[in-house]
């Protein structure tokens, strides 16, 4: 199967609902607390924005940027409420 950026930007906006965010905010403004789907050179990541202006945290085993298929299959087993 395929992954494509936007099967991870779904898994991304379902944990900002999660949380009691709207998703379609998040992915256009830097909300604390929220996640956001971020790509560069080829790799992708999610990230925890921490501030405001835009500040952020990689999440637990994701250092870096990774291809589709490993940021999917980390991702999918993220679960925040868990997260200290």
């Known amino acids: 199967m395929r992954i494509k950026e936007s099967d ?3 898994i991304v906006a379902n944990i900002n609902e ?4 709207n998703p ?3 992915a256009t403004r830097y909300i604390v ?4 789907f971020e790509s560069a050179y080829g ?3 999610v990230v925890k924005i921490v ?11 994701m ?4 291809n589709k298929r490993d940021l999917y299959n980390k991702i999918r087993l993220f679960n925040p ?3 200290s």
Do not use: Q
């Not at 501030?51 to 085993?61: A, D, K, R, V, W």
């Not at 250092?63 to 990774?66: A, P, Q, V």
């Open 51 to 61: 501030s405001t202006c835009g500040c952020i945290n990689t999440l637990p085993g």
């Open 18 to 21: 999660s949380l009691g965010l």
């Open 81 to 83: 409420v868990k997260e």
């Open 33 to 36: 607390g929220s996640y956001r």
């Open 63 to 66: 250092s870096g940027f990774d």
């Open 24 to 26: 379609v905010e998040c």
């Open 8 to 10: 991870i930007k779904k």
């Open 43 to 45: 790799g992708h990541r």
